[in-house]
C-alpha cells in the first residue's frame, strides 16, 4: 500500500477537492491529469489494467498511451493487459475470487452489483468527476451506486438505435424513421408487402437479445422488478402489451431471427437481407469506412433511428462499461491516479470524440461539450445517450436481473410468443415464474 | 552405495537396510509405483470433484463464498421448466448423436477396410472432423447454418429439390437435430477409426474358413466381425455416451442453447449459471447431476473391463 500520498513531507498538503477547485479556476485544464503531488509516491509501484478491445481501434491506442504517460509522469508501471471480451469476464471473475491478476479492470452493467464487496469505494472520486462535467446520468448512478457508495466509475455506454435503410423506408411510404410502436408496425407490414423485411434479435445473442427487448418493454410500461429491485413486477397487463405489438410485428420480420445471435442481425443489413435492425453504431462506421462501394453504399443508403415513444416513454438498452477499482489491490493510490489521468480534461473529451459515438461518457455536461461528431447521421447517440437504460430498470442491476438476463428469459418470453409456442399471456405467466424462482433463490 | 562401502571398509557396523533391500520387497515397492499415481488422482480428480459437491451444496457465488444449504439447488432444479428441458435435451442430444455415430462409425469402418486406391489417405482424412479444433468447425457449421446465408439451404434451393430452405437453427426441433448432427460430425471419426482398428485384428482365415461353408456376406458379419469388434465396440460406445452427455462446444458455439432453451444441454446451462450468472453453487449443482447417469455407464463398463481382465 503506498501511503503519504496526501501529505508527503515538505510538500503543503492539498486536497483533491481543492486541487480540482483551483484547476477549474484557471480555466480547466488537465485539473486531474497527473497530479505531481502523487508522483514520487507512485514511483516503482505498477498497476495492471485488464480491459478488451473496444469496437474503435483508436480508442485502445489512446488507452494504452495514456498508460504510457502516466507511467512516464509518474513512475509507477502501468500495464495494459488485453483479453477477448468473453474472456476478460472471466477473468475479472478471477481476480475477485483469488485477489491476484489486476488491479483496475473494464468492467460491465451487473459487475459492480455482483462484486461491490470485493471492490474499493471511490465516492469521493465519483462526486469530484461528476462535478467537473456537469453530473452523471442517472443510468451511471445505476451502475456504479450500491449502498449509497460508488464501487465503480461509469466509463460509457454504447446505445443501441434502429439502423434503417432510407431508400427502402422511402420507397415503403416512410420519409422518416416512425415515432410510434403503432407506426412502426405499419412500417413493418409495408417493408414486407415490398419484400424488405424488418429484423429484430429473438435468438440467445448476449448483447442484442436485450437491446431489441427492453426498449418495447418499458415503452408499454412493463418491468421487471419494484423498485427496490426485490419484488417480481413482470407479470403485468403492461407486459402483455408488449409481448402482444412483438408477436404481431414479428409476423413481418425476415425468418431466421430467433436464431439469431450477435453478429447475424449486423451481417443481415450489410448484406441487404434487412431493411432495419437494432444495433449499436458499428454497422455504419464500418460501411463508411469500408473502400467496396457497395458496402459504403449501405452507408449512404442509411440513418439511424430513435426507438418509437410508447405508452411509457422512449427508452433504449445496451452495453455499458465501467472501472472496477479492486480492493484486493495493493496500489489503491495507483488506482485513484489513473482514474483522475482518465477522467480528465486532457484526455476524455478527445476520447469520446474520436470515439463517434460508439461509447460516449454518461455525463450530463458532456451536452455542451465538443465531444459529437460532425456527421449527422450520428447525431441521435447524443440523445440515446439520455434514455438508455440498465436491465432491471427502474429497479437496480440486481444479480437477480444479471441471472435473468444470462438465461435469456425476456428474449424467451417474447420468442415464445412470436413463435406461437406460448399464447402472449402464457409465455409472460412463463417468464414471471423464472424470474419469481430467481428472486425467492436469491433473497434466500 | 559409495557411502556404504566406505563404512564397510572402515570396519563400522553393517547399515541395517538399503534402498534395494526395501524396493525388493512389494509392501513397499508396490506403494512406492501407485503413490505417483494416487497423488494425481486425488490433486486433479478427488479434489475438485469434492469442491464441486461442497459448492453444489452451498449458495456460493462469483464473489461470496456464500454457506451451506444442504439440497436447496436440486429442490430449486427439479422445479425449474429450463433445467427440466435441459434435462430432456441431453437424453435426446446424447442418445441421437450415438446413435448416427454408432452407424456410420461401424459402416464407414467396414469401407475403410476394404481395398481401394487411396485408402491410406482417405483413412487420414476422414479423422478430420475429429482433429479440428471443435470451435472451428462449429463455426464452419454456424455459416452453413446460418439464417441469412446458409449454404445448405443454396443448395437445396438451387438444385431444385426444395423452394425454399430449412431453419436449421430457428425451428426448436430442427436446432436440436442440428446441433445433433454436428456432434455424430465431429464424434464420428473416432468411433470409426477405433472400429476399423479392431476390424484389422480379426484373422482373415476366418472369413476364408466361413466362405468355404458357404456364408454370405451378412452371416460373415453377424456371425464373425460383430461378435469379434463388439468389445471394441463397446468401448467406444461408453466413451461416446460420457463425451455427449457432457458436451459443451458445439452447442454453445452454435446456438448458445437457444432458440428458446430447446437445445441447452446441462453442459452449457451449468456455465450459463455459475459463470456467466455467477451462480456457482447452482451451476455446480447443474453439472453434479450428470454424475448418476454417467455413474452408471462407469461402473457398467469398469465391470466389463474386470471381467474381460479375469478370464
Given at each position: 500500500m503506498i501511503r503519504g500520498l496526501k501529505k508527503p513531507a515538505g510538500r503543503r498538503a492539498l486536497s483533491r477537492r481543492r486541487m480540482l477547485a483551483v484547476a477549474t479556476a484557471v480555466g480547466g485544464a488537465a485539473p486531474l491529469a497527473f497530479p505531481a503531488i502523487a508522483q514520487n509516491s507512485l514511483r516503482?509501484?505498477?498497476?495492471?489494467?485488464?480491459?478488451?478491445?473496444?469496437?474503435?481501434?483508436?480508442?485502445?491506442?489512446?488507452?494504452?498511451?495514456?498508460?504510457?504517460?502516466?507511467?512516464?509522469?509518474?513512475?509507477?508501471?502501468?500495464?495494459?493487459?488485453?483479453?477477448?471480451?468473453?474472456?476478460?469476464?472471466?477473468?475479472?471473475?478471477?481476480?475477485?475470487?483469488?485477489?491476484?491478476?489486476?488491479?483496475?479492470?473494464?468492467g460491465v452493467e451487473f459487475d459492480t452489483y455482483l462484486y461491490a464487496s470485493k471492490l474499493n469505494d471511490v465516492t469521493n472520486l465519483a462526486g469530484e468527476i461528476g462535478g467537473m462535467y456537469g453530473g452523471w446520468y442517472e443510468v451511471a448512478k445505476a451502475a456504479c451506486v450500491v449502498g449509497n457508495r460508488w464501487k465503480s466509475l461509469c466509463i460509457g455506454q454504447a446505445p443501441a438505435a434502429w439502423n434503417y435503410r432510407v431508400d427502402q423506408f422511402a420507397a415503403a411510404g416512410y420519409d422518416k424513421f416512425p415515432d410510434s410502436f403503432d407506426e412502426l408496425l405499419k412500417a413493418a407490414k409495408a417493408l414486407h408487402a415490398k419484400g424488405t423485411p424488418i429484423g429484430m434479435t429473438l435468438g440467445h445473442a448476449s448483447g442484442d437479445g436485450r437491446s431489441t427487448n427492453y426498449p418495447v418493454l418499458w415503452a408499454f410500461g412493463g418491468k421487471e422488478f419494484s423498485e427496490d429491485g426485490k419484488t417480481v413486477t413482470l407479470d403485468s397487463p403492461q407486459t402483455l402489451k408488449a409481448v402482444e405489438w412483438y408477436a404481431e410485428i414479428y409476423?413481418?420480420?425476415?425468418?431466421?431471427?430467433?436464431?439469431?445471435?450477435?453478429?447475424?442481425?449486423?451481417?443481415?443489413?450489410?448484406?441487404?437481407?434487412?431493411?432495419?435492425?437494432?444495433?449499436?453504431?458499428?454497422?455504419?462506421?464500418?460501411?463508411?469506412?469500408?473502400?467496396?462501394?457497395?458496402?459504403?453504399?449501405i452507408a449512404d443508403n442509411m440513418n439511424h433511428g430513435l426507438w418509437p415513444r410508447g405508452p411509457a416513454g422512449r427508452f433504449a438498452n445496451y452495453n455499458i462499461n465501467v472501472w472496477l477499482p479492486f480492493a484486493s489491490s495493493p496500489n489503491k493510490e495507483g488506482q485513484e491516479h489513473f482514474l483522475r489521468a482518465w477522467y480528465s480534461r486532457k484526455f476524455l473529451p478527445n476520447w469520446?470524440?474520436?470515439?463517434?459515438?460508439?461509447?460516449?461518457?454518461?455525463?450530463?455536461?458532456?451536452?455542451?461539450?465538443?465531444?459529437?461528431?460532425?456527421?449527422?447521421?450520428?447525431?441521435?447517440?447524443?440523445?440515446?445517450?439520455?434514455?438508455?437504460?440498465?436491465?432491471?430498470?427502474?429497479?437496480?442491476?440486481?444479480?437477480a436481473v444479471a441471472e435473468a438476463v444470462s438465461k435469456y428469459i425476456l428474449v424467451d418470453m417474447f420468442a415464445k410468443a412470436c413463435t406461437g409456442q406460448m399464447k402472449p399471456a402464457q409465455a409472460v405467466k412463463w417468464a414471471a415464474k423464472e424470474y419469481e424462482q430467481i428472486a425467492r433463490k436469491r433473497r434466500s | 552405495m559409495a557411502r556404504s562401502a566406505?563404512?564397510?571398509?572402515?570396519?563400522?557396523?553393517?547399515?541395517?537396510?538399503?534402498?534395494?533391500?526395501?524396493?525388493?520387497?512389494?509392501?513397499?515397492?508396490?506403494?512406492?509405483?501407485?503413490?505417483?499415481?494416487?497423488?494425481?488422482?486425488?490433486a486433479l480428480v478427488a479434489y475438485p470433484f469434492a469442491v464441486a459437491i461442497g459448492y453444489a451444496l452451498s449458495n456460493r457465488t462469483l464473489a461470496d463464498p456464500g454457506e451451506f444449504v444442504g439440497l436447496e439447488n436440486f429442490v430449486y432444479l427439479f422445479d425449474n421448466q429450463i433445467y427440466l428441458q435441459t434435462l430432456r435435451n441431453t437424453f435426446v442430444f446424447t442418445a441421437g448423436s450415438v446413435t448416427i455415430r454408432v452407424v456410420l462409425g461401424v459402416s464407414l469402418a467396414l469401407l475403410l477396410n476394404e481395398v481401394f486406391p487411396f485408402r491410406r489417405l482417405v483413412r487420414a482424412s476422414v479423422l478430420l472432423p475429429w482433429i479440428v479444433p471443435t470451435v472451428l468447425g462449429t463455426m464452419a457449421w454456424l455459416w452453413m447454418f446460418n439464417p441469412n446465408f446458409s449454404v445448405i439451404n443454396w443448395a437445396l434451393v438451387h438444385s431444385g429439390l426444395m423452394t425454399q430452405g430449412l431453419n436449421w437453427l430457428t425451428d426448436p426441433d430442427l436446432a436440436l437435430f442440428s446441433v445433433i448432427v454436428v456432434n455424430a460430425w465431429r464424434g464420428t471419426p473416432f468411433f470409426a477409426i477405433t472400429v476399423l482398428a479392431a476390424l484389422q485384428a480379426i484373422p482373415g482365415e476366418l472369413y476364408d474358413a466361413a466362405a468355404i461353408d458357404g456364408a454370405g456376406k451378412l452371416q460373415r458379419f453377424r456371425h464373425i466381425t460383430l461378435p469379434l469388434i463388439l468389445p471394441v465396440l463397446l468401448t467406444a460406445l461408453v466413451l461416446s455416451i460420457i463425451w455427449t452427455f457432457s458436451d459443451f462446444g458445439i452447442v454453445y458455439g452454435l446456438t448458445k442453447g437457444g432458440p428458446m432453451n430447446s437445445t441447452h444441454v446441462l453442459a452449457t446451462l451449468s456455465y450459463q449459471t455459475g459463470l456467466a450468472a455467477g451462480n456457482i453453487g447452482e451451476g455446480a449443482a447443474i453439472s453434479l447431476t450428470m454424475l448418476p447417469a454417467l455413474l452408471v455407464l462407469i461402473v457398467w463398463q469398469l465391470r466389463r473391463i474386470r471381467r474381460s481382465t479375469v478370464t
Open positions: 516503482g509501484t505498477k498497476l495492471t489494467i485488464l480491459a478488451s478491445n473496444w469496437y474503435v481501434p483508436e480508442n485502445n491506442a489512446q488507452l494504452d498511451q495514456l498508460a504510457a504517460e502516466v507511467t512516464k509522469d509518474t513512475g509507477m508501471e502501468v500495464r495494459v493487459e488485453r483479453l477477448a471480451g468473453g474472456e476478460l469476464g472471466t477473468k475479472v471473475a478471477s481476480v475477485i475470487a483469488t485477489g491476484r491478476g489486476g488491479d483496475l479492470a473494464v409476423k413481418y420480420f425476415i425468418p431466421g431471427t430467433t436464431a439469431w445471435l450477435d453478429p447475424d442481425n449486423n451481417q443481415a443489413f450489410l448484406a441487404g437481407k434487412v431493411s432495419a435492425t437494432v444495433n449499436v453504431n458499428t454497422i455504419y462506421l464500418a460501411s463508411r469506412a469500408a473502400t467496396d462501394p457497395a458496402r459504403k453504399a469520446t470524440k474520436t470515439g463517434q459515438s460508439y461509447f460516449i461518457p454518461t455525463f450530463a455536461g458532456f451536452e455542451k461539450e465538443d465531444v459529437w461528431p460532425a456527421d449527422p447521421k450520428l447525431q441521435i447517440f447524443r440523445e440515446l445517450n439520455k434514455i438508455n437504460r440498465l436491465p432491471g430498470y427502474s429497479g437496480p442491476p440486481t444479480p | 566406505s563404512t564397510i571398509a572402515s570396519g563400522g557396523a553393517a547399515p541395517r537396510w538399503r534402498l534395494a533391500d526395501l524396493l525388493e520387497r512389494e509392501r513397499i515397492l508396490g506403494p512406492v509405483l501407485v503413490g505417483p499415481a494416487v497423488v494425481l488422482l486425488l
